[in-house]
């Protein structure tokens, strides 16, 4: 995976460390190995790994980790421009989805 | 819709309520937000997946092979080729794997029928439970983002199937990439089971089992190999004919087109060049991602796809240098310089929906320089084709 690397400094990763709690929910879900354990606190080591999946947001009980999640795929936002909407892979019971 | 209400209600047990619970909306605007839960029985159809059936404290429950039947392969291979993937599914409800008692671990799957299976047949030699989640056919990953796999649609599931009833344990493992969709928090304070991630792939269960219920780091972390590449293939093959036929037919009848209008012999034997190139551009643009991704320069995949249209239409270069009398006209040949970058481009962008690590954030940005790009080439390309037959 080291070598496949997607644009940096995008993501709309926030997290603040304040409210940690020191679960690691975060580390647990994160498929990117986002995060790191530092002195029982969550903290971010690979901020450009994030694919903002809102795996971590969606897990932390402390609400300290905000992403604007969704599906990072262009066929969706294609579709989503064309229907005037979110970003879509346009599945519904009838047609295909990615 | 009504088909899919019947199938939820196959594996509903006796002892619930007869009160509609609502579930998430989730990824299908025109899905049902209503779980009926006035259900009879358990009706338990002949399904070749289904080894036995097994009687329990909420009422018959069935038992799945571990081992996948041919029948299975060949429904996984269908699937990956596009044929009837949306309807490759599994009622949603509870499963048995082995000889499951109430101490006995649950694992949640989707009802995309290859999670299931990929799930089912690495439980080969533990005894247990599988609670489907209704996740409209979509596979974990995907049906999270869209939170059909979801904390609204576990909660119920859970209550549907009486599982608090039949197991006295509170525990659940999920996919780790059912995360997106499900806040363990939530669950615990909603329906008292603690939710554990396993691992991402179903094939480290036994190992996250062995380990006590943890994963290694490894285990956590989403890989896109080469392997994991090479079987989205067929099905990106598929996919990408929304946009290959249309411009392959512009372009087969644009080269009936000539200072005397129309001609078919014209049409015959440039449309059927014209045919040739773009079928090129289309299965280089959707191959050579595939198997280059990591190796191609650039970061953004718009990029890594334009390299693949130039390398393909630079050995197309050289066979024409070879085979001079093969060259088109300049126009023409300038023109097929641009399509096959563009092309590459445009199909390698849509690759960012299958691969595992690009971010919304990410695409948009890409988009907003590739897209006007890929328009403008393409506009250019074909101004070039249609000064080619004129001059």
Known sequence: ?98 | MVLQEAKDKIYMTKSETQKPVSIAPGCCSAGNPIVNLSSETIALRPRPWIKDKMTTSIGEVPVVHTHLSFSDIIGIWKARWGFGRMHFRIEPGLYAVGQPTENSPVFVSANYKMSFDRLRSQLGRIDGWILVLDTKGINVWCAAGKGTFGTEELIARIKITGLDKLVSHRRIILPQLGAPGVSAHEVKDRSDFRVIYGPVRAADIAAFIQGGMKAAPEMRRVRFNFRDRLVLTPNDLIANLRYFLPAAVVLFLLAGLGPDFFSADRLIKDGMTNLILILTAYISGTLLPILLLPWLPGKSFSAKGAWCGLITVALLGWFLVKNPSHMPDLPSLVAWFIIFPTVGSFISMNFTGSSTYTSLSGVVKEMQVALPLQIGASVIALILLIVGIFV
């Open chain 1, 1 to 98: 995976m080291n070598r496949l690397r997607y644009l940096p400094d995008v993501v709309t990763l926030e997290y603040d460390a304040a409210k940690c709690n020191g679960c690691s929910m975060c580390l647990m879900v994160c498929p990117h190995a986002v995060y790191v354990m530092e002195n029982k606190r969550a903290k971010i080591i690979d901020r450009d790994a994030c694919m903002e999946c809102g795996a971590c947001a969606k897990n932390c009980p402390e609400k300290a980790i905000t992403v604007r999640a969704g599906v990072g795929c262009a066929t969706a936002i294609i579709i989503g421009k064309l229907r005037n909407t979110e970003p879509s892979c346009g599945c519904d019971e009838k047609s295909s989805c990615c």
